[in-house]
């Protein structure tokens, strides 16, 4: 740590959600194929955990080629390169790299990610505060868990939506009723649900709830610009291909158009339950 450089925090995550249907081969076993590595979680994100922490140590590499300190037998080759301490062994002492980088990191490697575990994200922020590795104000958090405008170039995503989840309950009678006897004379709780989520949105997707929206920060002109020239890199038919809706009437155009925050109903269930 050296108090003349300025903080950056670098989150990802570690733990992943259960494989789903279509590996073919064992997804907790990394393999390389045709020069792409395959594996549960490689993607989302031990990869850009790993590509968050070369990135830390070119960066202290080229410090050292700008402040003389480039060695000849230095080469890309060793940004793949880590080393693992004996146990009970000290830390080593900083390395000339770690010496030279402009800035102190801060790496934090959430293990609560896919189930919404904040407190463990808040706990390790305490602590690390506690212990010294918070001090002044950082001047960026960089979070490697997004997504790329497309299968093959890498973005740089300034920004993040933001999400409310909201969960409705619509009660009906003590008892289940025979729909052969009661059906349509008694109100009916799973309709009485679609009907209230018909009325959160148009038919065009557009939210009808009031208020919903008001307190949402308008977009930049930048931020419309960049948007914009987002949506004129991709291909419709590879998009629609992507989603999965070939047939579908979808095209990239919602980029560019700025559209305000959207709501999804995602679930719809059914339970008894003694009153």
């Given at each position: 740590w050296d108090e003349r450089k300025p903080l950056v925090v670098l989150y990802s995550h570690y733990d992943v959600v259960a494989p789903g249907p279509g590996w073919k081969g064992d997804p907790w076993q990394l393999k390389?194929?045709?020069?792409?590595?395959y594996g549960r979680g490689v993607v989302d994100n031990k990869g850009p955990l790993l590509a968050q922490i070369f990135a830390v140590q070119r960066l202290g590499r080229r410090s050292r080629r700008r402040n003389a300190l480039f060695l000849p037998d230095d080469d890309i080759r060793a940004d793949f390169?880590?080393?693992?301490e004996a146990e009970g062994s000290t830390l080593p002492s900083p390395?000339?790299?770690?010496?030279?980088?402009?800035?102190?990191?801060?790496?934090i490697a959430d293990g609560g990610e896919e189930t919404g575990n904040v407190e463990a994200v808040r706990r390790v922020l305490r602590q690390a505060r506690e212990d010294g590795w918070l001090r002044g104000q950082p001047v960026g958090i960089l979070v490697n868990n997004s997504s790329w405008i497309d299968d093959t170039r890498p973005c740089i995503c300034y920004g993040q939506r933001g999400v409310i989840d909201?969960?409705?309950?619509?009660?009906?009678?003590k008892r289940d009723l025979h729909s052969g006897v009661h059906g349509g004379l008694m109100p009916e709780p799973m309709l009485d649900l679609m009907a209230l989520c018909s009325t959160l949105s148009d038919a065009q997707g557009e939210p009808c709830v009031p208020g919903f929206a008001d307190d949402v920060r308008p977009e930049s002109d930048p931020d419309l610009r960049h948007m914009e020239a987002a949506a004129n890199t991709l291909d419709a038919a590879a998009l629609r291909h992507r989603l999965g809706i070939e047939n579908a009437a979808a095209a990239p155009a919602w980029l560019s158009e700025g559209?305000?925050?959207?709501?999804?109903?995602?679930r719809f269930g059914q339970r008894l339950a003694e009153l």
């Open positions: 390389a194929v045709d020069g792409f590595l390169c880590m080393t693992v390395s000339r790299a770690e010496q030279a980088c402009p800035v102190n990191v801060l790496f909201l969960k409705v309950r619509v009660r009906g009678g559209r305000a925050p959207g709501i999804e109903a995602l």
